[in-house]
């Protein structure tokens, strides 16, 4: 991960918390697919090509709005220059307000495609010479990094560069959490907090990215 401002990781995390929570409403609402973890519908389409069509099906969908969702995501990025990451935190607040009132309207399944896109899209907020440099919504890596920053700190690295990562891992596991106590209670009516939520992140993102205007001397 490169150098981000404290504000920066706080917006990543935050974003990060509402991919988890994001992810744990489609998990349970799909049946074990992902809207936001391609590695694991992945596999669930190769093992759905090699046994039920059906299920192949699902995942190929899923993971082609969530590229779509990165390749939208990308295109709005890259012409709001420096105020990306707000203009992406607002695209993918209007992707899950759509699926939340797709899902309203009793098309579950196109909310859950909707809500892929908005995942991939989200996963393109941080970065850097046409790379992600803050992967949002998966955390393998994240994991690697905190072992390695770990293993780092007790060979005269860094003593807190591990921090970071174990953020971003710990508000995915929370807004998990969250999304799986709320999934019962109001089932993909929940999506219209995860797009409420987004809209929030992206103001932050907005103040966070503001030019500071400096007072004149005297």
Known sequence: MLRYRKRDMALAIGSSTL???VDA??????????????????????????????EALIAGRLIGCFLVGV?????I?????????????????????????????GAADIAMLLVAAAMGAENTTFERDGEVAIGLTYMTGA??????????????????AWLPYLGLWLG???????G????PVIGLAGLWLAALAALALSIAAWIITRPRVSMPAG
């Open 19 to 21: 991919a988890g929570y």
């Open 77 to 105: 990025g890259r012409a709001a220059k420096a105020k990306r990451p707000p203009a992406v935190l607002a695209l993918v607040a209007v992707m899950l307000a759509s699926a939340a009132a797709s899902a309203g309207a």
């Open 143 to 160: 994991l690697v990094k905190l072992g390695q920053r770990i293993a780092g700190a007790l060979t005269g690295g860094p003593k807190f």
């Open 180 to 183: 799986a106590l709320a999934w």
């Open 172 to 178: 995915l596991v929370t807004g998990a959490v969250t």
């Open 25 to 54: 409403i489609g998990f349970l609402s799909l049946g074990g697919f992902f809207v936001s973890f391609m590695s694991g519908n992945s596999t669930r389409l190769a093992v759905g090509i090699a046994g039920v069509a059906a």
């Open 71 to 75: 390749i939208l995501g990308s295109l």
